[in-house]
């Protein structure tokens, strides 16, 4: 079902979007792949090459407009179309990993703050808004955004950004249904040691592979999910009831 389909994944170099970006490729979709990080962004290029993806990775960073914009236009230009956008860059908390709580709401610093929020919400905006216009004139696509769970002293600016996304979705949804635009938000399936945790870390949590194919399946679900928030269940996606 996927073949031949454009994907884009922000955050693609590394954890879940690395990750993610494999089980495209693995389904014959073709690959973009964006970050900030261009070191790990080549690697797992040539590791996507090597599973014989047709894969363009692009230096971007989700929180500027204009390499969004750019973003977009080079995915556009490269394949003809876009038809999945993956919403996953993002600035994580990992305190299960062991790494220092955040600090508290009278201590965080405001451009910390603003970091987190601008990278997950605005991150979600800016490609959101970008992509529209690619969609809106093919009167087809999906929007894939990622909501994680945060708790806990040092949580808010992360809580906060996932939670807006999931209203954010809401109104996107909304505003598309009319040009067959599927908005939906997913959650990865809980806490995840990435290839970046603390080796302690990756053995007593899972790895990666918790997220299984749920992107992909969130890549087909029909217009009547529009607007939910998904989990995985028994190899089915289902909605988050009361969320």
Not at 13 to 34: H, N, S
Not at 140 to 153: M, V
Not at 186 to 193: K, L, Q, R
Request: with cysteine; net charge neutral; proline share 2%.
């Amino acid at each position: 079902m996927m073949k031949d389909k454009v994907v884009i994944v922000t955050g693609g170099a590394k954890g879940i979007g690395r990750y993610v970006a494999g089980t495209f490729a693995r389904e014959g979709a073709k690959l973009a792949i964006a970050d900030i990080d261009t070191m790990r962004l080549d690697k797992t290029f040539k590791e996507l090459q090597d599973q014989g993806a047709d894969v363009l990775a692009v230096r971007a960073d989700v929180r500027n407009e204009y390499d969004v914009r750019s973003l977009m236009a080079e995915v556009a230009g490269r394949f003809g179309k876009i038809d999945v956008l993956i919403n996953n860059a993002g600035v994580v908390t990992h305190f299960q990993w062991g790494i220092s709580r955040w600090p508290r709401i009278r201590d965080i610093d405001k451009d910390f703050w603003e970091r987190v929020i601008q990278t997950n919400l605005g991150g979600t905006f800016l490609c959101t808004k970008h992509v529209l216009p690619y969609m809106e004139k093919q009167r087809s696509g999906h929007i894939i955004g990622l909501h994680g769970g945060g708790s806990g002293d040092g949580a808010c600016a992360y809580g906060v950004s996932k939670e807006a996304i999931r209203l954010f979705t809401r109104y996107v949804a909304d505003e598309e249904k009319e040009s067959n635009i599927c908005v939906v938000a997913v959650a990865p399936g809980g806490a995840i040691a990435t290839e970046d945790a603390p080796e302690e870390a990756r053995r007593r949590m899972p790895g990666v592979e918790l997220v299984g194919n749920r992107f992909v399946l969130a890549a087909q679900v029909g217009m009547e999910m529009s607007g939910e928030l998904l989990t995985l269940k028994d190899g089915k996606l289902e909605v988050i009831a009361g969320r």
